[in-house]
């Protein structure tokens, strides 16, 4: 079953769903591009913060693996994503 989560992992039901903010629990820097996690689970919220080519911060997000930052497919940190719901 998918279920939608926000920027930091929240389902749409719960009470914290697009309202509560979570502190950092990893940060790596690759090239100028910077990742952080939200928690300590095997897939986790993982935020990605780089310049587009016109110089702008922006700010991305995943759900996905820390190992693999890298290769997630992110999107803006404002939209929701569909996930599996891990049982």
């Known amino acids: 079953m998918k279920i939608q989560i926000d920027c930091y992992g929240f389902e749409a039901t719960s009470e914290y769903f697009q309202k509560r903010k979570l502190h950092t629990f990893l940060v790596k820097n690759d090239g100028g591009i910077v990742y952080e996690c939200f928690g300590t689970g095997e897939t986790r919220p993982i935020h990605r913060i780089?310049?587009?080519p016109d110089g702008c911060v922006r700010v991305m997000w995943a759900y996905g693996r820390w190992e693999e930052?890298?290769?997630l497919?992110?999107?803006p940190i404002n939209e929701t994503i569909?996930?599996?719901r891990e049982d």
């Open 50 to 52: 780089d310049k587009d």
């Open 69 to 71: 930052a890298e290769d």
């Open 73 to 75: 497919a992110y999107v």
């Open 82 to 84: 569909m996930i599996e």
